[in-house]
């Protein structure tokens, strides 16, 4: 089973560009998770998804943020325009999605984002 | 206070010894309980999941939930090279998809 994908893995720009992250989950998951990993810190949520649809997103900033899981398989993550302070990883993980059950969430190898 | 807190470390150790890493939290809700491996350069990986209080031994890890005073430990038992990495703790709510909160996480080296 092929695990979580995630593209691209590193990623440099200057501040003020936008950047954008994708992510493909494992098959069968019906959500999907993005997390932002500051260095030295744990993984923090930024939206949740099931299917297509956002059910969690309180913690993305969305005045620059914006994500999208059209058809809700896969996922787009980004940032318009980027700050110093987006430079993370940022991790998606999904889950099977059943109601009523503790679900494993399998995090992608993340993406590393450096603002210049 | 953040809702977890999880000693950074480092923490390095000689092959073959015992390692202890804990956390505390302050949310009461907190139900399932988790420890994740992360190397480095690579997500997250679920190493142990318990659920409430009580035990959770798997080969070399024990997991140790005391809900009573809101702490969780893990045990590495004959600690190895490859045991090298970031592990966090997170935990969560309810059952099914809700999201981790996660500590800091805690480095352990094991020297050969």
């Known amino acids: 089973e092929a695990g979580v994908v995630q593209s691209p893995r590193y990623k440099i720009i200057e501040k003020k560009q936008p950047v954008a992250f994708w992510c493909n989950p494992i098959?069968?998951?019906?959500?999907l998770y993005w997390y932002r990993q500051n260095l030295g810190q744990g993984p923090e949520l930024l939206i949740r998804?099931?299917?297509?649809?956002?059910?969690?997103d309180s913690q993305l900033p969305k005045d620059r943020f914006s994500a999208e899981r059209l058809k809700g398989v896969d996922s787009t993550l980004k940032i318009q325009p980027a700050e110093l302070g987006d430079s993370a990883v940022y991790l998606c993980?999904?889950?099977?999605?059943?109601?009523?059950?503790?679900?494993?969430?399998?995090f992608g190898p993340g993406t590393r984002l450096l603002v210049l | 206070q953040k809702e977890v807190e999880q000693d950074p470390g480092p923490l390095s150790v000689p092959e073959g010894a015992i390692v202890s890493l804990n956390c505390t939290y302050s949310?009461?809700?907190?139900?399932?309980f988790m420890w994740y491996r992360q190397y480095s350069r690579k997500g997250p990986e679920l190493l142990m999941y318990?659920?409430?209080?009580g035990n959770k031994e798997d080969g070399r890890f024990t997991a140790q939930v005391d809900k009573s005073s809101k702490y969780i430990s893990l045990f590495i038992r004959d600690s190895q090279p490859s045991d090298s990495a970031t592990y966090l703790c997170?935990?969560?709510?309810?059952?099914?998809?809700?999201?981790?909160?996660f500590g800091k996480g805690t480095r352990l080296s094991v020297i050969a």
């Open positions: 997170a935990m969560s709510r309810n059952s099914g998809n809700t999201p981790l909160v």
């Open positions: 949310n009461s809700a907190f139900q399932y």
């Open positions: 318990t659920y409430s209080s």
């Open positions: 098959s069968g998951h019906n959500t």
């Open positions: 998804y099931e299917n297509e649809e956002a059910v969690d």
């Open positions: 993980a999904s889950s099977r999605g059943r109601q009523g059950r503790h679900e494993t969430q399998y």
